[in-house]
């Protein structure tokens, strides 16, 4: 059962506070920004998930395909006892990673590019290495560097596709110089090199403009979520948003059994500015108001315009005596608005039973606070407690 507990102005006493959980027992959470995970970011994660399982695919099939060329060519290659160490090694490298780094632990990680960055260089060095034993540029190993660029290319940003054709054309370019082919056969290694680094511009220039667009279209897709979020006017979250939010917001509190609290802020007599000067100085006063609400919150709380002139502070699991204090703000910074013309507001304040709680019931309590505010002469801050 509710009941209208206390009602306060500025000039009155600080109210006698409500029983609710202490503050350090809130979950953190940044600001208003707290989100649960969206569809995209859903997308993007199966997505680099995919990319992983491709990844560890590819590579274990080069080393397949590798042992296979090593055995085929175990009487008349140089070096097999060394190729076999070098594709075992990687074998186990292979192994190692996916043990260690899960593909879906590696692609929610936010030093993935690392990751991927450090696996190009260990794989290119691997390919260097095993050109030498095999024979030097010559040897049909010296595939698999072009295959590298191309594949890194497929997904991977510009700079990190730059790193796999610099170290492509660097191992070629240093193998040849070393094994002699660059001396004995001067004009086919470098045009090697030459394919490989026109090989590394293409890529790197494709994964530039894919890149640039995939980046437009996620500036778009969150400017496009904004603009469904937010109120024009205001700049606040619009009512549809506000309520997901809020629905959000309590089942997470609830789970915790934290009590959590609301305002319902509207303003006073705002039919008469629409009326006596236009709606043209209704929007600016609207405006106004949602600037002195964003000014006098935290940045834990979440506000919204869920109606004409009413709007909706979720402050969270906040004791009753500081969620007085920011209505006392919200509404000390909205009568302060002398242009372009005064305006004040009453404020209905809702805190729940941290056993039983839904929106609906919190939207309530805290409308049925309001009135109790407009009924004692408005421009005040009224709270409901639940008995």
Known sequence: MASIEETRTAATAAPVPVPVPALDARPARKGSDRREPTAAVARELAFWTRYARTAHLLNLMIVLVDMAYMFATWRTGSHRLLLLGLNLFGLAGLVAAFVMVPERKLAASPHRDVVFATWCVFGSSLIVLGMWADGGVSSPLAWLLPLSVMFTAVVHRPSLVALSGGLAVGGFSGLAAVDGALATHTSASLLQVAYLGTLTFAAVSGARHRWALHDDQISLHRNLSRLADVDGLTGLLNHRAFHVRL?????????????????????????????????????????????????????????????????AVFLGPTPASEAHEVAERIRVAIAAIVDPEPVTASIGLSVSDPHQVDSATLVDQADKALYAAKRQGRNRTCWLRVA
């Open 247 to 311: 629905k959000a917001e309590i089942a997470t509190f609830a789970r915790l059994e934290l009590a959590v609290t609301l305002l319902l802020v509207d303003l006073d007599h705002f039919k008469g500015i629409n009326d006596r000067f236009g709606h043209g100085v209704g929007d600016e006063v609207l405006r106004n108001v949602g600037a002195a609400i964003r000014t006098s919150i935290r940045d834990t709380d979440i506000a919204g315009r869920v109606g004409g002139e009413e709007f």
